[in-house]
């Protein structure tokens, strides 16, 4: 391969402004979408209103799954979730030892357990969003804590499993122990969610920015702990806030069928970008829990191409032009293309003797600050 200088000279004659980087053909090119959400398909629903036509939906629920401590429990739960629509499914008593993240071909696995058999919460995280992932940390077997980048906002989930209603006082104030050290190390824009064991049954006067008007049951002791916890840290729980039929707000049932109580909740400090909150009935998996899954609009980033200036610089005479275009000349005679270059090293080393001969003795402050302006 012979670098031919007339090449060279015709781009600067036509001051053609070259990127600092090799870039793509297509639709990815001077500024790829990175970490954007809107790069999977299946997220995406069509909207084609003027309103809505910069926004986006993501999907984000929470589940007891009872057990996750088996391959074959996993196996099975993937299979329930191959029609259900999410990208963030919190999971509650995974019953899985260990403080790990585990990545499979659609999906990744995150999950914190410390107890053999009892308790346990994770995450199931869809592929195409590990970019954005930023932090898991798992602060118990009751508490994990999620870092999120969709769209250049960070969020942070954390999943739970509260003790149950028989559980000893030392128990549950460990638990909110725990959630306050979550929320120390939480961002601007936060979700909790998960198996609460707690009825916040119907809201008071006083309630109005932590509960809607649609409430399911009576309150219980520990649904009081829950009602104090979010007005402590400013948190709607977004379950109450959207209209259902009664038999879509339950979220367990008891083992012989007669008991049906909404114990699993979503709550937030941004309430504003929730659009719903449901009850998915249609998951075949062993589990005496339902579903609960929230549909958030978030706004979409448009990318722009970067924009190069082009110099107002040109070369001023023939003579300048003739030792530019010697020196040009002798400068990539050194340039012998071989196997240890690769396209941008190549690319470099033109860049680095363009630089290189439009330096003169007398313009050489001056052109080094055009030059760069030139190329750059």
């Given at each position: 391969m012979r670098l031919r200088v007339s090449s060279v000279r015709i781009l600067f004659n036509f001051r053609f402004c070259l990127p600092t980087r090799l870039v793509t053909a297509g639709e990815l090119d001077q500024n790829p979408p990175v970490n954007s959400i809107h790069c999977n398909p299946l997220t995406q629903e069509k909207d084609t209103s003027k309103k809505n036509k910069n926004k986006i939906d993501f999907h984000i629920g929470t589940y007891n799954v009872r057990t996750m401590a088996s391959t074959a429990k996993l196996i099975d739960l993937t299979n329930a979730l191959n029609n259900v629509k999410y990208d963030i499914l919190g999971l509650s008593e995974m019953r899985k030892v260990g403080h790990c993240i585990d990545e499979y071909d659609d999906f990744m696995l995150c999950y914190s357990g410390q107890t053999k058999g009892r308790y346990g919460v994770g995450f199931i995280i869809k592929k195409y969003l590990k970019p954005c992932v930023k932090n898991f940390i798992g602060l118990s077997d009751r508490v994990a804590l999620l870092d999120i980048d969709i769209n250049d906002t960070p969020i942070t989930i954390i999943q739970v499993y509260a003790p149950t209603e028989e559980s000893d006082e030392v128990e549950i104030e460990s638990f909110y122990e725990?959630?306050?050290?979550?929320?120390?190390?939480?961002?601007?824009?936060?979700?909790?969610?998960?198996?609460?064991?707690?009825?916040?049954g119907q809201k008071d006067t006083e309630e109005n920015k932590l509960l809607g008007r649609f409430g399911f049951g009576k309150r219980s002791s520990r649904g009081q702990l829950l009602i104090q916890y979010a007005q402590e840290y400013n948190l709607s729980i977004m379950n109450t806030f959207f209209k259902k039929k009664p038999s879509r707000k339950w979220t367990w049932k008891s083992p012989d069928q007669t008991t049906m109580n909404e114990i699993d909740y979503i709550l937030t400090n941004f309430p504003n970008k929730f659009k719903d909150v449901h009850v998915l009935n249609n998951i075949k998996f062993p589990s005496d829990h339902r579903m609960v899954r929230s549909k958030i609009s978030l706004k979409q980033?448009?990318?722009?191409?970067?924009?190069?200036?082009?110099?107002?610089?040109?070369?001023?005479?023939?003579?300048?032009?003739?030792?530019?275009?010697?020196?040009l000349e002798n400068n990539t005679k050194s340039i012998k293309p071989d196997d240890t270059y690769t396209g941008q090293s190549l690319y470099n080393k033109l860049e680095e003797c363009i630089l290189d001969s439009m330096k003169t003795e007398k313009q050489k402050e001056k052109r080094n600050f055009t030059c760069l302006a030139f190329i750059y």
């Open positions: 725990t959630l306050h050290r979550a929320h120390a190390n939480s961002s601007k824009y936060t979700i909790v969610m998960g198996d609460f064991n707690a009825k916040v980033i448009k990318k722009s191409r970067v924009k190069y200036k082009c110099s107002t610089y040109s070369l001023k005479n023939q003579n300048e032009t003739n030792f530019y275009l010697e020196k």
